[in-house]
Each structure stands twice: as structure tokens, then as C-alpha cells.
């Protein structure tokens, strides 16, 4: 049982390149997000979706897009990356409100 | 930001003694949840405790929630150094949030063997 898998787990990216961050899970949940976790701030909600087809904002969703054409995946897409994107990103998904995470991606921007 | 607080940010105690962890948050929640995260590594779902419940345990963890104060505490006893993580509040503030966890900053915890 995989549970939440996250590709690659490191990355390194300069200035103005794009890429995707790539998360599968495998509980069949509905529910899934993106946070990205920086030194002293926590967590914080990128986007997130409520079902296949249904996506929607967080906190911070500047200069990332997502879809999730399945229930299984949800790709996270970096448009132009900039330094201030350098960062651990994970994705979760959720069943009753308690949240399965990946092991996490960890993103340079140089 | 709708974060919670943590405190402290970090603490450091002796094999076989409590950590204590509080969180202070400042919306109305449906739930609040102590996740724990090793270094390195993703976040652990250790608990979930609802608006309606003042006490919740879960074999050497301790949860409380006082509504009106808007805070929670957890509580690890007996700790071991294989305990030693960040630990994270979240909560669920409801209504158009549903589902959707706000985080606090973190309590790192070392344990000394």
C-alpha cells in the first residue's frame, strides 16, 4: 500500500524554467492539496480538490497551477519558477478530515 | 493569516520526562489535529480532536481543547528520544473552509537519551 507518493524528492531549477511536481495516491480519497513548508512558517495551502475536476486556491497559489483530471493524481506546475519558490513541497490527501502525506519534494530555485 | 500559534518553538528534555506542546488559534473550528513530522520526512497524523470534546488520549498522548480560550494542548509523557520530531497543530475552521487545515508554525522537540 503506497499511500501518497511524491516525485521526484529533489530538484533543482533556475530562474524562468517550469516543471511539475508530480503526487499519486492510492486510498481512492477525494480530497487532495498542496503545501509548501519554508523555515519557520509552517505549512501553507497552495491549492487543493475537493474531486476529479474540482480544483481551488490556498493561502498562497501565486505561480502555481494545478488540475486533476483523475482521483488518483494531482500535479503541481511551476510556471516560471523564481528563487522565492525554493522551498519542501508536499501533498496530501484526506479522508475525514485527517490528512496523508507524502514524503515531500525538495525544490532550489536558482 | 488564519495560522495557529505555537508554543514554545522549540524544547528540550530528558529521556522519561512530559513535553508539553500548546497551540492558540483564532477562528471557530470543527476539529483540531496534532500532526508529528521526523526530520526529513512528511507529516504524521497523530490525533483529531472535535469541537465538542474538552480530552482525548491516545496511548502516551494527551490532548486538550478549550473552545473558548481557542487553544489546545497536547501532551506526550513518559517521552522517548525516539520522539524527538516537530510537532504541528491544525484545525479545520469549517464553513467554506471544510476540509481545507490551517497549520501552525511547529514545536520542535528534542529528547536527550
Known amino acids: 500500500n503506497a499511500g501518497v507518493t511524491q516525485t521526484p524528492k529533489f530538484q533543482v531549477l533556475k530562474t524562468g524554467q517550469s516543471m511539475t511536481l508530480q503526487c499519486a495516491q492510492d486510498?481512492?480519497?477525494?480530497?487532495m492539496s498542496w503545501y509548501r513548508q519554508d523555515p519557520g512558517m509552517g505549512l501553507r495551502l497552495i491549492h487543493y480538490?475537493?474531486?476529479?475536476?474540482?480544483?481551488d486556491q490556498g493561502e498562497v497559489p501565486n505561480g502555481y497551477n494545478v488540475s486533476r483530471s483523475t482521483t488518483e493524481d494531482f500535479p503541481l506546475r511551476l510556471l516560471s519558477a523564481a528563487p522565492s519558490q525554493t522551498s519542501v513541497y508536499f501533498c496530501?490527501?484526506?479522508?475525514?478530515?485527517?490528512?496523508?502525506f507524502g514524503a515531500g519534494t525538495r525544490l532550489s530555485v536558482l | 493569516s488564519q495560522q495557529g500559534e505555537e508554543d514554545p518553538q522549540a524544547l528540550s528534555i530528558q529521556e522519561g520526562e512530559n513535553a508539553t506542546m500548546n497551540c492558540s488559534y483564532k477562528?471557530?473550528?470543527?476539529?483540531l489535529q496534532w500532526y508529528r513530522q521526523n526530520s526529513g520526512r512528511g507529516l504524521v497524523h497523530l490525533i483529531l480532536?472535535?469541537?465538542?470534546?474538552r480530552e482525548k488520549h491516545s496511548g502516551r498522548l494527551r490532548v486538550t481543547l478549550d473552545t473558548s480560550k481557542k487553544s489546545s494542548s497536547l501532551l506526550i509523557t513518559a517521552s522517548r528520544a525516539a520522539d524527538t520530531a516537530s510537532y504541528f497543530c491544525?484545525?479545520?475552521?469549517?464553513?467554506?473552509?471544510?476540509?481545507?487545515?490551517?497549520f501552525g508554525q511547529g514545536t520542535i522537540l528534542t529528547v536527550h537519551p
Open positions: 496530501a490527501s484526506s479522508k475525514q478530515n485527517i490528512q496523508y
Open positions: 486510498m481512492n480519497h477525494e480530497y
Open positions: 480538490s475537493v474531486g476529479a475536476g474540482i480544483t
Open positions: 477562528t471557530s473550528i470543527n476539529n
Open positions: 480532536i472535535r469541537s465538542n470534546e
Open positions: 491544525a484545525f479545520d475552521a469549517g464553513g467554506t473552509s471544510y476540509g481545507k487545515l490551517t
